[in-house]
C-alpha cells in the first residue's frame, strides 16, 4: 500500500534524490551501531541481551509511521512523506537479518554457531531456569518465616480467638473457686474455713 502511495506522484520511490536516502539510511545505521556498543559493554548486560536491544532499539513501526504521514500530509506532500518509513523499512529488512547473522556467528547469541541454519530457525534456544537462587536464611529466621507462613490469616485470628477465650474462661474458674473457700455460708464449699469449724465446736459443748 505504502508503495502504491508512494509511486503515484511525479517521483517514484526508486527516483529519489540521492540525499534522500542517506537521510534515511543514517539512522536506522546509527540507532544498529549505537545501541550494539553500548549494550554490549554494559556490565549488567550478557551478550544475547545486547543483541535483543538492538533488534528493538533499531526496528521501527512503519506501518504507524505510514498511517501518521497519510494523515498528516496533503497532495504531493502525502506521496513523498510516505515514501520515509517504505524506505526506512527496506533499509531495516537488510540490516537487522545481517546484524543477526553476524551475531549468531560470532557466538553472541544463545543458539550455538556451529548448529545449522534450519535448526536455529525452527528450534527454541532460550535458557530454562533463569531465575537468579535466593539466598538461604538462618535456621531461627527460616522457622520463623515458616511458621509464620504455614497458616493463613483466618486460622491466625481463629487461633488467637480461641486462646483468649480459653484465658477468659480460666481466669472465670479461678474467681469461682476463691469465692468458694472465702464464702463461710456456702454449703457447697469442699473445705470450709478452720474459724467456721471452731466456732460450731463451742456451740455445741456450750449446749452441752
Do not use: M
Not at 506521496?79 to 549468531?104: D, H, K, N
Not at 468458694?180 to 459443748?205: F, L, M, R, V
Request: glycine share 6%; aromatic share 8%; proline share 7%.
Amino acid at each position: 500500500f505504502s508503495l502504491t502511495v508512494s509511486s503515484g506522484g511525479d517521483s517514484p520511490l526508486w527516483d529519489k534524490d540521492p540525499n534522500v536516502y542517506v537521510a534515511i539510511f543514517i539512522p536506522c545505521a546509527v540507532a544498529l551501531v549505537g545501541s550494539f556498543g553500548l549494550s554490549l559493554f554494559a556490565p549488567c548486560l550478557a551478550s544475547p541481551e545486547a543483541v535483543a536491544v538492538t533488534v528493538e532499539t533499531c526496528y521501527q513501526n512503519t506501518g504507524l509511521a505510514l498511517a501518521i504521514a497519510l494523515s498528516s500530509f496533503d497532495g504531493e506532500d502525502r506521496t513523498e512523506a510516505s515514501a520515509v518509513p517504505l524506505i526506512y523499512g527496506v533499509f531495516q529488512v537488510i540490516l537487522l537479518p545481517t546484524f543477526l547473522l553476524f551475531s549468531w556467528k560470532a557466538g553472541l547469541t544463545y543458539a550455538p554457531r556451529n548448529e545449522s541454519f534450519a535448526k536455529v530457525i525452527l528450534l527454541d534456544w532460550q535458557p530454562r531456569n533463569t531465575c537468579p537462587k535466593v539466598l538461604a536464611l538462618p535456621d531461627s529466621l527460616e522457622e520463623g518465616s515458616t511458621a509464620a507462613t504455614a497458616e493463613s490469616p483466618s486460622q491466625n485470628i481463629a487461633r488467637e480467638g480461641s486462646r483468649r477465650s480459653s484465658a477468659s474462661s480460666s481466669s472465670s474458674n479461678n474467681t469461682k473457686n476463691n469465692k468458694i473457700t472465702t464464702d463461710p455460708h456456702n454449703e457447697g464449699s469442699a473445705a470450709p474455713p478452720a474459724k467456721s469449724q471452731e466456732w460450731k465446736s463451742e456451740a455445741s459443748s456450750r449446749s452441752r
